[in-house]
């Protein structure tokens, strides 16, 4: 199970390194359990009927959080994801983390973070996630479309 879960925070690491939209702006790290860090640039955000999809340019992957417990804080909007998965090759894989938090800012204006000097610009979004081996996935950016 170890090995899956590795191979597939691997295959998810090719997926960002992949992505290149022109319009995309999101930033995701991803630092191993080792140390060893690795950013990919440019990833698309999505988030459409209450799922949250972060995807390559060419389409060939997708990082899809579709369950998550959510609530306001101020007018930040925090989710704690209890799903997610890599879908990829034509196939859907469960990825498994350990804890994990989304902060999205669907305002017009900056806002700040709580107990934070951090403010979530217009649209924008902070992802962290832990995994159960230990790797952390980062993420931060614009969201680029919002369906409801």
Known sequence: MRVFVISLLCACAFVFAAS???DAKGTVTVQQSN??????????????HKTLRVTTADGVGTL???????????NLQMC????????QGGGTHPLDFQRGTVY?????????????????????ILLSLTTKVGTIVNMTGTIDKVQK
């Open 20 to 22: 290149g939209a022109v």
């Open 104 to 124: 999205v800012n669907l305002t017009d204006s900056k806002q700040p973070l709580s107990n934070s000097s951090m403010q979530l610009p217009p649209q924008g």
């Open 64 to 74: 899809v959080i579709d369950k998550a417990a959510c609530s306001y804080v101020g």
């Open 80 to 87: 704690l994801p209890y799903n997610m998965t890599l879908d």
């Open 35 to 48: 140390g060893s860090t690795q950013t990919y640039n440019n990833v698309t955000i999505v988030i459409a």
